[in-house]
T-cell receptor, first 116, second 116 residues
Framework: AQKITQTQPGMFVQEKEAVTLDCTYD???????LFWYKQPSSGEMIFLIY??????QNATEGRYSLNFQKARKSANLVISASQLGDSAMYFC?????????????FGGGTRVLVKP | EAGVTQFPSHSVIEKGQTVTLRCDPI?????LYWYRRVMGKEIKFLLH????????ESGMPNNRFLAERTGGTYSTLKVQPAELEDSGVYFC??????????????FGEGSRLTVL
């Protein structure tokens, strides 16, 4: 069964606008972590933001915020004030349990293209 | 400080040949992971080293894949003999021990393998 689902294969966003990337997950664990990574054309996977299942507040990192809705099992990434450099692939990932040694399960990714 | 480095960045080989991918983690990182993304599919976990020991190799697809981590430093992933379905991007990542609750997993730029 697919554990991380990213339903948007690709999307355009206008520069300076906000964009929301969807991510839903499936797990029976109570303890888990959710991650978002950015993969620009250079290929490197860049960590953006992390949300723990017990974290009460939504995580924020600069222009990135994670809209964590635990009951709905969703962890959407919001990028505010999009920049041209935000054009990239974005991956949602989950780590189940605290002792999983950072073994991650990834979604299929969403390609974002920021238009000037 | 250097990040995770991978070599080669791209390798093109014929079916039946052997390829060895190398990963140099960030200095001091005990944890080293291999992931791969086959065309059109999600990024999948392959295995996890803690220092020189294999902690989890549940994601290794078959016995044509052999991973080593000499002296707990760099790691190699050998594919022998390569098959067409092995084509994809192989990512290496590293993290410090204890980096469980946050996204302290640093990825390299990946090694693209094309098997003809």
């Amino acid at each position: 069964a697919q554990k991380i689902t990213q339903t948007q294969p690709g999307m355009f966003v206008q520069e300076k606008e906000a964009v929301t990337l969807d991510c839903t997950y499936d797990t029976s664990d109570q303890s888990y972590g959710l991650f978002w990574y950015k993969q620009p054309s250079s290929g490197e996977m860049i960590f953006l933001i992390y949300q723990g299942s017990y974290d009460e507040q939504n995580a924020t990192e600069g222009r990135y915020s994670l809209n964590f809705q635990k009951a709905r099992k969703s962890a959407n990434l919001v990028i505010s004030a999009s920049q041209l450099g935000d054009s990239a692939m974005y991956f949602c990932a989950m780590r189940e349990g605290w002792a999983a040694g950072n073994k991650l399960t990834f979604g299929g990714g969403t390609r974002v293209l920021v238009k000037p | 400080e250097a990040g995770v480095t991978q070599f080669p960045s791209h390798s093109v080989i014929e079916k039946g040949q052997t390829v060895t991918l190398r990963c140099d983690p960030i200095s001091g990182h005990d944890n080293l992971y291999w992931y791969r993304r086959v065309m059109g599919k999600e990024i999948k976990f392959l295995l996890h080293f803690v220092k020189e020991s294999k902690q989890d190799e549940s994601g290794m697809p078959n016995n044509r894949f052999l991973a080593e981590r000499t002296g707990g430093t760099y790691s190699t992933l050998k594919v022998q003999p390569a098959e067409l379905e092995d084509s994809g991007v192989y990512f290496c990542a590293s993290s410090l021990s204890g980096g469980v609750r946050t996204g302290e997993l640093f990825f390299g730029e990946g090694s693209r393998l094309t098997v003809l």
